[in-house]
């Protein structure tokens, strides 16, 4: 069974690979392996296994036997397992099986009944960019330059 879900887990990784950033498998914490440590990482990372520190990257999928003890910051990031500390994530989801103590901030969120929830979700507000010779006020107050939320 074990075979079988590793092959699943690196066809899948294989076809979100495609055309984005050259990595066609992503980075596997295992279930016996602990980290002391940040990490960076610019693909996916699915851990299994425990992260003591923080973890920067573009998708984070933290598995249902995988913990992490840290701040999180990933576009992605979807919880299965344990995460203890701050979650900044665009999209977040938190399956029933999820154990989250601490503060969560996302753009989208998605909880499944059953999830243990023990801090906050604070959802993040649009960013700021600033638009040349457009007004963010509907009266054209501001001329020259303005901010407009996307």
């Not at 969120?109 to 040349?132: D, F, M, N, Q, W």
């Amino acid at each position: 069974m074990k075979k079988l879900r590793k092959t699943i887990y690196l066809k899948i990784a294989r076809f979100l690979g495609r055309g984005k950033n050259g990595n066609a498998v992503p980075t596997i914490i295992a279930e016996n392996t602990m980290v002391k440590g940040n990490m960076n990482s610019t693909g996916i990372l699915h851990v299994d296994g425990i992260i003591d520190g923080d973890v920067n990257c573009e998708e984070l999928i933290i598995g249902v036997k995988g913990a992490i003890t840290g701040t999180v910051k990933a576009q992605s990031m979807y919880l299965y397992g344990s995460l203890q500390g701050q979650a900044i994530a665009d999209s977040l989801f938190i399956a029933q099986t999820a154990r989250l103590v601490g503060d969560a901030s996302h753009k989208t969120i998605a909880i499944e009944p059953g999830a243990y929830i023990e801090g906050r979700c604070i959802r993040s507000k649009p960013e700021l960019t600033v638009v040349e010779g457009k007004s963010a006020a509907s009266h054209g107050t501001l001329r020259s330059r303005s901010v407009v939320a996307e």
